[in-house]
């Protein structure tokens, strides 16, 4: 089943391969969407794919890379976004 997720970071996820770390498993996983660090310091995931994988990806979003240093992972489920056909990428 198809899942779409809006995940807000918080805690030291910028500058530390943050994400990058997150592209890379998206990809793993198969899912679609983007990531992009916001101007207060946290990091925004728009992630859609299977339900299991993007849950899968949650979970690696709440530890993060050597560095990292998440303290807060937001989730709100989003409705599908049926134009999201492109690899996951990282948006500036």
């Known amino acids: ?3 779409r997720i809006l995940a807000i970071a918080e805690g030291r996820v910028q500058g530390v391969g943050y994400r990058w770390f997150i592209q890379r498993h ?16 946290r990091v925004e995931i728009d992630v859609q794919g299977d339900a299991a994988m993007v849950e899968a990806l949650l979970q690696k979003a709440r530890i993060g890379p050597f560095g990292a ?11 599908l976004n049926q134009a999201a056909v492109s690899p996951f990428e990282i948006r500036k």
Do not use: C, W
């Open 1 to 3: 089943m198809e899942q």
């Open 69 to 79: 240093h998440v303290t807060s992972l937001k989730i709100e489920p989003k409705p």
């Open 26 to 41: 998206a990809e793993q996983f198969g899912l679609r969407g983007y990531v992009r660090n916001l101007t207060d310091g």
